[in-house]
């Protein structure tokens, strides 16, 4: 792809270090950002560049980093690369929650993920090099990917709920290793997940080895549910931490503000090195099957699960011995057939459904079949027609106002990770809608940071805790990934009820000095790349 010199007039230019004084002149060439030149001062750009872009009084930020998205496969999509280009956002992490699709053949990622990650359209194998190598030239955004630890465990242990030998634990390490020698960011767990509930600390600590000695993170869904039970997985964090060095990083950190202040606050105590992500919504989504099924179970192959499900004996022994236990989560309790809306199911015969609680569905379904029907069958028999590929929306017991999510968001270690799912006919309007809402809620709603704020937020801090190379700042020499936001309008369109709507306010977005979204439409350019973990190039 041949790189033209582009001027980007009339600019505000703001990163994490402030808002520049006046307007400015950024000249872009060879994909970095080649001056920032004050309006009307010496020295400013007079050449005759091939493209220029008025900016007419815009924000000229860093291109946003989603430091928790789970498009990996969805990218190559342009409804994706739309929708994740009108939030701004020129780059994602993926690998997230312990599963993905490298290292292996990637069909463990798209078997138990199917509902979260879909299916990857050419990966098949050749590890975390050729995941990235897939990328390279194929999409309008950059992809980082870090080295998924239940993956791991799955290419070494299989389908395993044991500890693993001496042997075994080798193999795992040697594999993060490798993946991170061929550029992954750091090593992920998602320990309410199969099979990365089954791995202990002193597992996942050895896993972690590797990662502290190349200078990653170790990005961690925690067990056991946050929200009031967020001491219990830090304290497994914490463990982990003191054992490697390691630095770490709580995914999706949601509960009450002061829960998260005091727990941010115990790790620096400890003296570990911490940061988290979240997204500005309280409710979260995930596969149907983990709240709602024992991991013992689902840890088995979909086929044989759904055998099980479909069996009127081991449904009545999961109704009188597993389900009960649900109404005692922290973050659903007795109400669970309320508070999980299905989002994605794939079997046919239950489209109807999307949008509908539980409790709602089993009593549309008991009015449509003239059976009754509870919401513990509804959620059975949708499992077992869409062979276990169902997620959902999950509301919370206590939701967060705008001002607790403020308040999180606001806090020095945040790093926005929009948690974004791709797949689904009424998804969680997160995936389109999060990189909007944060300039919104936190500028112009709450006052909680100013766009300084929202540059660390959404890009500065990412760009460093991760290693992704020159990005993140507004500069002479870093790499022209760039957003023009208009701080007026930006703001997400996708809600709850409307999940797929667009985002406003940002019609103009370049990578590596590429436009790749020009009047809020896709320009067709792919100048998106697979990232390798560096902290000082690209």
């Not at 896993?207 to 497994?236: F, I, K, Q, W």
């Not at 790499?479 to 667009?502: F, H, K, T």
Request: proline share 6%.
């Amino acid at each position: 792809m041949v790189l033209s010199p582009m001027l980007i007039k009339d600019a505000r230019v703001v990163d994490e270090r402030g808002e520049r004084p006046g307007r400015h002149d950024v000249l872009v060439d060879g994909g970095r950002i080649v001056s920032v030149v004050g309006r009307g001062t010496r020295g400013a750009f007079t050449g005759r560049p091939e493209q220029t872009v008025d900016a007419a009084g815009r924000l000229l930020m860093p291109g946003f980093i989603d430091a928790h998205s789970h498009a990996d496969g969805a990218v190559f999509r342009p409804d994706v690369q739309l929708a994740l280009l009108r939030q701004g956002v020129t780059t994602i992490i993926g690998g997230q929650d312990g599963v993905g699709f490298a290292p292996g053949d990637g069909e463990y990622g798209r078997e138990y993920f199917a509902a979260i990650n879909g299916r990857h359209p050419t990966y098949a194998g050749g590890g975390v090099a050729g995941l990235l190598a897939g990328y390279d030239g194929a999409t309008a955004l950059n992809v980082a990917t870090l080295v998924p630890a239940g993956t791991v465990r799955f290419e070494v242990m299989g389908r395993s709920t044991a500890a693993p030998t001496t042997a075994e634990l080798a193999g795992m390490r040697g594999l993060v290793a490798s993946a991170l020698a061929e550029g992954a960011v750091g090593l992920s767990t998602g320990l309410d997940y199969v099979p990365g509930v089954f791995a202990d600390a002193a597992e996942l600590a050895e896993l972690c080895r590797p990662v502290a000695d190349a200078g990653g993170v170790y990005v961690t869904h925690m067990r056991g549910g946050y929200e009031a039970n967020s001491a219990a997985g830090v304290d497994e964090v914490l463990e982990i931490a003191a054992a490697t060095g390691v630095r770490v990083h709580v995914s999706h950190f949601h509960a009450e503000p002061a829960v998260v202040r005091g727990e941010l606050a115990r790790m620096a105590r400890s003296g570990a090195d911490a940061s988290f992500d979240a997204y500005p919504y309280t409710r979260g989504c995930s596969i149907l099957a983990m709240p709602i099924l024992p991991s013992e179970l689902t840890v088995r192959p979909p086929d044989e699960v759904v055998r099980v499900l479909a069996d009127p004996a081991a449904r009545a022994r999961l109704r009188a011995e597993w389900f009960p236990a649900i109404a005692g989560y922290a973050s659903l309790g007795p109400d669970w057939p309320s508070m999980l809306t299905l989002a994605h199911v794939a079997a046919p015969e239950f489209d109807w459904a999307h949008g509908l609680t539980l409790a709602e569905a089993s009593a549309l379904a008991s009015t449509r079949s003239g059976v009754p029907t509870d919401a513990i069958d509804l959620a059975l028999d949708v499992l077992v027609a869409s062979r276990l590929e169902v997620n959902v929306v999950m509301a919370v017991q206590h939701e967060r106002t705008d001002a607790e999510l403020a308040e999180i968001l606001a806090l020095p270690g945040a790093i926005g990770g929009s948690d974004g799912i791709f797949v689904g006919r009424h998804p969680h309007p997160r995936a389109r809608g999060t990189f909007a809402r944060y300039p919104e809620l936190l500028v112009r709603e709450q006052a909680a940071a100013g766009w300084a704020g929202v540059a660390a937020l959404t890009s500065g801090r990412a760009a460093r805790r991760f290693g992704l190379g020159e990005r993140g700042v507004v500069a002479e020499g870093a790499i022209a990934d760039l957003v023009l936001v208009d701080p007026d309008r930006v703001r997400p369109r996708a809600s709850y009820a409307s999940p797929l709507e667009l985002a406003e306010g940002v019609d103009d977005v370049f990578v590596a000095g590429v436009r790749v979204l020009a009047g809020g439409e896709l320009t067709g350019a792919t100048p998106g790349r697979g990232l390798r973990r560096s902290p000082a190039g690209s």
